[in-house]
């Protein structure tokens, strides 16, 4: 049976740092992407080699939701670790690009180990764009 577990954080995870009006959903399946961006605010979501998926989000609309913090404590929490996440992937409410932010954030995480895919996904038009490597001149 599909089951999904809503995270209350600001019981579970006594950080400062994480923002409030924040919600963590862990499915213990991998929904579809369409299934997951249905939502006028920027999500994350994080893949799991072990068959889970984490969504994150702050209800905010362009801006990124989850710290490399938050993203390595909820992946401990599923039994996986940022090594073995298979793919993280965030919305654009708006049509643009990768920001800077994005880059930077991408940038980090392949720093502390991530080895798979960052995407960048469209929900009105249900496509998905792939980080392509960045330059570490561009982050300097
Ligand atoms: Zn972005």
Known sequence: MKKITVLVLLVLVPLASFAQNKRVLVYDYQPRLEEIFTEPFEVLAIYT???????ITS???????????EIEYYLNLVGSNLESAKSIVHNHPTPNRWS?????FYYELKREGFKGEFVLYFPWSKSERH??????????
């Open 49 to 55: 080699k072990n068959g889970k998926t984490i969504t």
């Open 59 to 69: 209800h905010l609309v362009n801006r990124v939701n989850g710290s490399l913090e």
């Open 131 to 140: 980080m392509e490597k960045p330059k570490a001149e561009e982050f300097k």
């Open 100 to 104: 800077l932010q994005d880059k930077k």
